[in-house]
């Protein structure tokens, strides 16, 4: 056979397509699951599996939210999952930055068993969190708390603490600082022993305490001067606000508060265990697993934890952009 110009052209585009189609199939998404022994990579991997990914199916980078949307605007991963308030301030800068983000939502079947193995519920974003989104986005979502050391903080500095996260919300600027209300004080403190100071402060509001209350070996006369605040990593909203929760402490509050960034919940609760660190904010799911010995931390209770306050509701929000032609987790599962 004479192969002419046009038959070797053909050839040669055949090749590509199969190398191409090769390389598609062989391709893995590269996919941010949040920082190792956080919150965000255990709930990552239970949507992921609940898609039937499992390891070596997708590529895996364990970033904190903030280094995971560079990441995804420069083109170097494809999907990033985070548990952040909305509207998350990263997502936004995001979409500032390619205008071109998309935000994939969860399908009926992965939320239910989510919340079977998870203990998050259902949440639907409003459309209206964010200019680029035309609809409700289905996704699950917690609440974050305020944990603090029994061993460090006494019941006066609960108190205190309790009381300024609700009297003086107004002077945090952060979005999330809104959601810090008397009437919202108690979310996520179902299972958790509270703080005995913080008890007093909200029965003193009226509101009914049930539950267990947290003992304590913290004297006020023993007390230290200087405190820390477990946050998250920059990127999210545990370290900003976090940051002005601090502030808010340290004019109304006995001590001096630092906030420092970590791995988030489970980092944090495990610090607090080992008597390093003196409040941290967590999502209330590990938070129970922490106080009952169970999930990440069996074998590991945490018995010097007790809840302080409510902070916010967190939500999983799992972001592309258009460039990847990734319309839902389905496709890569396909």
Do not use: C
């Not at 998050?120 to 209206?128: E, S, V």
């Not at 989104?133 to 289905?138: C, E, K, R």
């Not at 129970?288 to 999930?295: V, Y």
């Amino acid at each position: 056979m004479i192969k002419t110009k046009k038959t070797l052209t053909r050839f040669a585009l055949a090749g590509v397509a199969s190398m191409f189609a090769m390389y598609g199939s062989a391709h893995a998404a590269k996919i941010a699951i949040g920082p190792p022994a956080s919150e965000t990579n255990s709930v990552s991997r239970v949507i992921l599996e609940a898609y039937g990914l499992q390891d070596g199916d997708y590529e895996a980078f364990q970033e904190g939210f903030g280094n995971a949307a560079d990441l995804v605007q420069d083109g170097n991963i494809d999907i990033s999952i985070g548990i952040l308030g909305v509207p998350a301030g990263s997502i936004e800068s995001l979409q500032a930055s390619t205008g071109d983000v998309v935000m994939l939502g969860l399908s009926d079947s992965v939320i239910e068993k989510a919340e079977e193995e998870s203990g998050y519920q259902r949440f639907d974003i409003p459309q209206d969190s964010y200019d680029f989104l035309d609809s409700d986005v289905p996704t699950i979502a917690a609440f974050a708390v305020m944990v603090a050391n029994t061993d460090t903080i006494d019941e006066e500095l609960g108190y205190q603490l309790a009381k300024a996260m609700v009297d003086n919300a107004d002077e945090i600027t952060h979005a999330q600082g809104a959601q810090m209300t008397l009437e919202n004080a108690l979310n996520g403190a179902d299972g958790l022993p509270i703080h005995p100071g913080a008890k007093r402060y909200y029965e003193e509001q009226g509101l009914t305490v049930d539950g267990p209350v947290a003992e304590l070996s913290a004297d006020a006369d023993n007390r230290k001067d200087e405190f820390t605040l477990g946050t998250g990593s920059q990127g999210g909203t545990y370290y900003p606000l976090g940051g002005e929760i601090a502030n808010v402490w340290n004019k109304h509050a006995d001590g001096n508060f630092t906030n420092v960034e970590t791995g988030a919940s489970l980092e944090n609760l495990a610090t607090i265990s080992r008597g390093s660190m003196d409040v941290g904010m967590a999502v209330h799911v590990p938070a129970l697993d922490a106080i009952n010995g169970e999930g990440e931390f069996e074998g590991k209770k945490v018995e010097n934890a007790a809840f302080i306050g409510h902070v916010y509701p967190e939500v999983v929000q799992i972001v592309t952009r258009e460039s990847t032609k990734i319309g839902s987790l389905d496709d890569i599962a396909k």
